[in-house]
């Protein structure tokens, strides 16, 4: 029988205010895994920033978590979380070409001159 | 045990306490020594973190004379926990101290890093959309890449701003790897330090994930475009120095940095910011 219960986790609490590193993400996953539920809200209430790793890590996270029929779902994601999350995913599907900045190979009398 | 005099940076710009961190690193050579201080009154982030977690690192003492700034920023041991962050803040209220981030402290390690990251905020007093944004990031960046890239128990970060000056210094520490170390045990690739931070800057993670290596770059087009600042990156024997309009790569004889410095000045933002056009 299908487990259709659905856990919320907040992530104010359950990480920090700020979520900068890949690795809090990454370790939401072996919690998600033991709640055995079918549908996860991770809760971005009063989650001031994510970087870009971060917003990364989560979106991988889903991908990870879809082919395991557990369905991930970013709630309460606000301003500049989900526009971070939104800028992350998009550049996933169409990856912006990197600019090739010429760097200038100098001495070292002429760095410190 | 090594005396080391640290020089006096030749002016307040972020190149000459890069100067200066050279020298005296390149005196050290990797060993323990006792540094003086007392002739350095310009005592910047770089100089500083670079300074605190050799010390550490390596054993090595110190003397300054009477200088009550760096009992304000806690050099050279840092701070490793909220609570002892709160404690110092609470003394020097103006002064941010320089905070040691350990690997494995997860979620503690994240709330002790948005805690400095909202003293910088309130320190720097600016409410214009998108500058929380553009202060955070490439904070948030340069600890990620400390965690997940050098391999190191921890890294140090530590911040200044000087009101006269309108100006914050930022520099983030560790004794990792390094980058070029990096390449190598990650993907085989054999290149020199110089090398390896152009591969780096160009968005080549050290990673096999293609989705990453956005982070040290973005950081850096932040810092220098949308915030109008400049930055350092030192990792082996070589530096790159970035001001938006150039980017100097230069080779350092006679120096190794085990693992990376990263350091960066922004003027006081005095409009919005949209770090979202450099975000990839």
Request: hydrophobic share 40%; proline share 3%; aromatic share 8%.
């Amino acid at each position: 029988m299908k487990n259709t219960n659905k856990r919320t986790i907040r992530l104010f609490t359950a990480i920090a205010p700020m979520i900068g590193s890949r690795d809090v993400v990454s370790a939401l996953r072996e919690s998600i895994r033991q709640m055995a539920a079918s549908t996860v809200d991770l809760d971005f209430a009063d989650i001031a920033f994510i970087s870009r790793s971060a917003a990364h890590e989560f979106l991988v996270l889903k991908d990870e978590l879809k082919k395991r029929n557990i369905d991930l779902q970013f709630i309460n994601a606000e301003n500049e979380v989900a526009e971070m999350l939104r800028v992350v995913a998009a550049n996933r599907t169409v990856p912006r070409a990197k600019d090739e900045p010429h760097f200038e190979r100098v001495s070292l009398d002429a760095l410190f001159a | 045990m090594k005396r080391v005099v640290v020089l006096q940076p030749k002016n307040e710009s972020l190149l000459a306490s890069l100067e200066s961190v050279y020298k005296w690193i390149k005196e050290a050579q990797g060993e323990r020594a006792h540094f003086d201080l007392s002739g350095v009154t310009w005592k910047s982030p770089l100089l500083l973190a670079a300074l605190a977690s050799y010390i550490q690192n390596t054993g090595s003492s110190y003397e300054s004379g009477s200088d009550s700034y760096l009992d304000c920023v806690h050099f050279p041991k840092g701070v490793n926990s909220m609570s002892a962050f709160e404690e110092a803040v609470q003394r020097s209220k103006t002064y941010i101290p320089i905070s040691i981030l350990r690997s494995k402290n997860g979620s503690s390690r994240e709330q002790l890093e948005t805690l400095f990251i909202d003293m910088v905020k309130r320190i720097l007093a600016v409410q214009l959309p998108g500058v929380h944004d553009a202060i955070s990031y490439p904070i948030t960046e340069l600890i990620t890449n400390v965690l997940e890239h050098s391999g190191a128990e921890y890294g140090l970060i530590f911040a200044q701003y000087y009101q006269t000056k309108k100006y914050l210094d930022i520099c983030v520490v560790d004794t990792g790897r390094g980058l070029s170390a990096s390449y190598m045990q990650e993907k085989g690739l054999d290149f020199s330090d110089e090398d390896a931070i152009e591969e780096a800057m160009k968005g080549h993670s050290t990673k096999q994930d293609k989705e990453r290596g956005y982070g040290l770059r973005t950081s850096k087009n932040i810092v220098c475009k949308a915030l109008g600042g400049e930055f350092v990156f030192v990792s082996g024997s070589a530096v790159l120095v970035s001001d938006g309009q150039r980017e100097r790569l230069a080779s350092l004889p006679g120096f190794y940095w085990q693992g990376v410095i990263v350091a960066y000045r922004i003027p006081k933002p005095s409009g919005p910011i949209d770090i979202y056009q450099f975000v990839e």
